[in-house]
């Protein structure tokens, strides 16, 4: 048993925001650093871990058959080929959510935390059963939003059911961000983001094709040597994680020139 | 509300405010409403209670006054803006109005609507 073990909720509300590509980044990004970590598909609806991480084709058991005491977790574990540290469980069948319980991925978390320092659990969209058995599991959250109104509005729902439940801490991974739109104000700034949530920022990921190629591949950034802004992005998060003090990046200084400075200029706020 | 050198070049020439400046806005409006859960209604309702209520001590510019949700580090704050004509003398207990009965027992909301339907004639009090 570790007892030390983190268990981190990685949710959203809004779906197509990044928590399942997020959740495997870190996934892989930990592993790195040498730590133990498992991944726990809670989205059994619309389940995609297995494909983000490449590992689809490997899937043999689930979640479901470990609570059925049909075979052992070990058995439905699925090691990462390039990444030894990391481990998947995948979701089950659909039809799980018929009689699966906040108990059930309670069970199951603990578990995981007897063998892992990490697990990570990727929550499913909504704020219905399959989210309430997802954050049943948790002891700590990150919450997946970009930079529209309409994902910081769900974000703003899932937090407060968040904080009723107890989840502590929670922080914020800020998706999606076009510099260039914040510097000339067309798209809410991290500040804004985090006044209104009212959550400390963990991570702020710029928009990048590379999501997309690695997405298609099944290799999540982190494993490539990509040196995108958005696997920067990822690596940064898993070392904030692990209480490295990394700075976050300004995306209003991605510019150069006079140009950006003056739009620096232009949004500084005055009062 | 923070302001932006840009924001205020734009009210300015009297143009659109940058769309981020209009997303912040919306967002703070809307959540407010959300967390508190309150229903249009209801709070109008309740808005409706809280003007008649004061208007029992003071008379208030019913024009001018305003009750709403404002939202910070996710604590929600009902503020009322109304603004004072001027006080209404107290009486001993609780102002009794020009006709009616003070039984001490009237319900709270039962009180405010008495005072409201009277309040257009005490302005002279």
Redesign the interface.
């Given at each position: 048993m570790a007892p030390t073990t983190r268990t981190i909720l990685i949710c959203s509300g809004k779906g197509g925001v990044g928590k399942t590509t997020l959740t495997a980044n870190l996934g892989i990004a930990l592993g790195r650093q040498g730590i133990r970590t498992v991944v726990l598909d809670a989205d059994f609806g619309l389940r995609n871990l297995d494909l983000l991480l490449g590992l689809e084709n490997r899937i043999v058991y689930t979640a479901q058959e470990v609570l059925a005491e049909s075979c052992r977790l070990d058995q439905a574990l699925v090691k990462h080929k390039q990444e030894p540290n990391l481990a998947l469980l995948p979701a089950g069948n659909p039809r799980m959510l018929e009689w699966l319980k906040p108990e059930d991925m309670q069970r199951i978390a603990s578990m995981l935390a007897e063998q892992f320092d990490y697990v990570l659990i990727d929550c499913p969209a909504g704020i219905e059963d399959g989210f309430k058995n997802a954050v049943a599991a948790a002891k700590e959250a990150i919450v997946v939003t970009t930079p529209e109104v309409s994902a910081v509005r769900d974000a703003d729902r899932v937090i407060g059911l968040l904080n009723t439940q107890g989840v502590s801490p929670i922080q914020l991974v800020l998706n999606r961000v076009r510099p260039k739109m914040m510097a000339n104000q067309e798209m809410l700034a991290a500040d804004d983001v985090t006044d209104i949530l009212a959550l400390p920022l963990l991570g702020l990921l710029l928009e990048d094709e590379q999501v997309i190629v690695s997405t298609n591949r099944g290799e999540p950034l982190t494993l490539t040597k990509s040196n995108s802004p958005a696997a920067r992005g990822y690596a940064n998060i898993a070392r904030r994680l692990q209480g490295e003090d990394v700075p976050l990046m300004d995306p209003a200084k991605e510019g150069r020139g006079l140009r950006a400075k003056l739009w620096q200029l232009m949004q500084t706020k005055i009062f | 509300m923070?302001?932006?050198?840009?924001d205020?070049?734009n009210k300015l020439l009297g143009r659109q405010p940058?769309?981020?400046?209009t997303?912040?806005e919306?967002?703070?409006l809307?959540?407010a409403h959300?967390?508190s859960d309150l229903s249009p209604e209801l709070l109008e309702q309740m808005r409706r209670e809280i003007f008649e209520v004061v208007a029992k001590y003071v008379e208030i510019d019913l024009e001018g006054g305003e009750v709403s949700l404002e939202t910070e580090?996710?604590m929600t704050a009902l503020v009322a803006n109304l603004p004072i004509k001027r006080s209404i003398k107290p009486a001993a207990n609780p102002p009794s109005k020009a006709d009616e009965s003070e039984d001490q027992e009237p319900s709270e909301t039962k009180e405010a609507e008495e005072s409201k339907e009277s309040e257009a004639g005490e302005s002279s009090d």
């Open positions: - | 923070a302001m932006t050198l840009r205020i070049l940058a769309s981020a400046t997303a912040r919306r967002l703070q809307v959540l959300d967390r580090d996710r």
